[in-house]
């Protein structure tokens, strides 16, 4: 009886510290989406720097150097460079590359509370895609909160009086990448994949061609004339722009590892309320 008494505060323990987990990483999640989305929001617009792929390739290579840097001081571990890293990753370099391309723009071309409203619409390709791949249904009752959700989303997109089309179709590929790369994170993490090793690997290979692209479309020469590069203000939000990037994806792999990929979009979807307050005050959006 004592055996099975003490197993049972086990279990409960066990639980407990879960659900901690759990919460820690939402929490990290959300605070680190919401200030990432405010600084690149400053960089962009209040600064008017056009460059928006730019600011990508400073969160790549920000991630890339800083767990290089960790791994050196045996801080964190993941395997050496091998063909096969890159084969295991794939196609999460993909994703990743084309989200942020979508994201960014998106920011660059819509205001934040339109973004946050039109980004509801991930749920519902992320609730399709978790019961195909992962054959897990949710309630009657989560199902129809969800259908709230999108006609909300519907009635305030219909009533945008800034409406951008480019904008739109940037924020409408960027909900289907988002909800392709989540189930595709969950997926690779529940296999042999560490979320650090993925983070690593993901931005080593997206480096060069998003390298090639910003080359191809201008933005690097963008970027190069860019006449404020000597404001520290600017240099200061462009740097946290890419400090936040690599604590983003760390976030966010940690919570896909914990949470299931809908409890993952959800929450996103929650922090952004917070992001539509902030838009009132960042940006110029109201």
């Given at each position: 009886?004592?055996?099975?008494?003490?197993?049972?505060?086990?279990?409960?323990?066990?639980?407990?510290?879960?659900m901690?987990k759990?919460?820690?990483?939402?929490?990290?999640?959300?605070v680190?989406?919401i200030?990432?989305?405010?600084?690149?929001?400053?960089?962009?617009?209040?600064?008017?720097f056009?460059?928006?792929?730019?600011?990508?390739?400073?969160?790549?290579l920000?991630?890339i150097?800083?767990?290089?840097?960790l791994?050196a001081?045996?801080?964190?571990?993941?395997p050496?460079?091998?063909?096969?890293q890159?084969?295991?990753v794939?196609?999460?370099?993909?994703?990743?590359?084309?989200?942020?391309?979508?994201?960014?723009?998106?920011?660059?071309?819509?205001?934040?509370?339109?973004?946050?409203?039109?980004?509801?619409?991930?749920l519902i390709l992320?609730?399709?895609g978790?019961?195909y791949m992962?054959?897990?249904?949710e309630?009657a009752?989560?199902?129809?909160?969800?259908v709230?959700?999108i006609?909300?989303?519907?009635?305030?997109?219909y009533?945008?009086?800034?409406?951008?089309?480019?904008?739109?179709?940037?924020?409408?590929?960027?909900n289907?990448?988002?909800?392709v790369?989540?189930l595709?994170?969950?997926k690779?993490?529940?296999?042999?994949?560490s979320n650090?090793?993925?983070?690593y690997y993901?931005?080593?290979?997206?480096?060069?061609?998003?390298?090639?692209?910003?080359?191809?479309?201008g933005?690097?020469?963008?970027?190069y004339?860019?006449t404020?590069?000597?404001?520290?203000?600017?240099?200061?939000?462009?740097?946290l722009s890419?400090?936040?990037?690599?604590?983003l994806?760390?976030s966010?792999t940690?919570?896909?590892?914990l949470?299931?990929?809908?409890?993952?979009?959800v929450i996103?979807?929650?922090?952004?309320?917070?992001?539509?307050?902030?838009?009132?005050?960042?940006?110029?959006?109201?």
């Amino acid at each position: 009886m004592a055996v099975e008494n003490n197993s049972g505060t086990q279990d409960g323990r066990r639980v407990w510290t879960n659900m901690l987990k759990q919460a820690a990483a939402a929490s990290l999640f959300g605070v680190s989406s919401i200030l990432i989305m405010t600084v690149n929001k400053s960089v962009l617009t209040t600064y008017n720097f056009r460059a928006f792929q730019v600011v990508g390739l400073g969160q790549i290579l920000a991630i890339i150097v800083i767990l290089r840097t960790l791994k050196a001081f045996g801080m964190v571990r993941f395997p050496d460079c091998s063909w096969q890293q890159f084969y295991r990753v794939y196609p999460l370099p993909l994703f990743y590359f084309l989200n942020l391309v979508f994201g960014l723009g998106a920011t660059l071309k819509t205001n934040l509370p339109m973004f946050t409203v039109l980004r509801r619409f991930t749920l519902i390709l992320v609730a399709a895609g978790q019961m195909y791949m992962f054959k897990q249904y949710e309630s009657a009752a989560v199902n129809g909160t969800l259908v709230t959700m999108i006609a909300g989303a519907l009635v305030a997109a219909y009533r945008d009086l800034s409406f951008d089309f480019v904008g739109y179709t940037y924020v409408t590929l960027n909900n289907v990448v988002t909800a392709v790369n989540t189930l595709y994170v969950k997926k690779k993490l529940n296999g042999d994949m560490s979320n650090v090793e993925l983070m690593y690997y993901n931005c080593l290979v997206t480096l060069v061609p998003a390298v090639a692209f910003a080359a191809g479309t201008g933005d690097l020469a963008t970027a190069y004339q860019y006449t404020r590069w000597a404001e520290p203000g600017f240099v200061l939000n462009f740097v946290l722009s890419c400090v936040m990037g690599a604590i983003l994806m760390y976030s966010m792999t940690l919570c896909q590892s914990l949470v299931s990929p809908l409890t993952h979009t959800v929450i996103g979807c929650i922090k952004n309320i917070v992001v539509t307050y902030v838009g009132m005050y960042v940006g110029g959006d109201y």
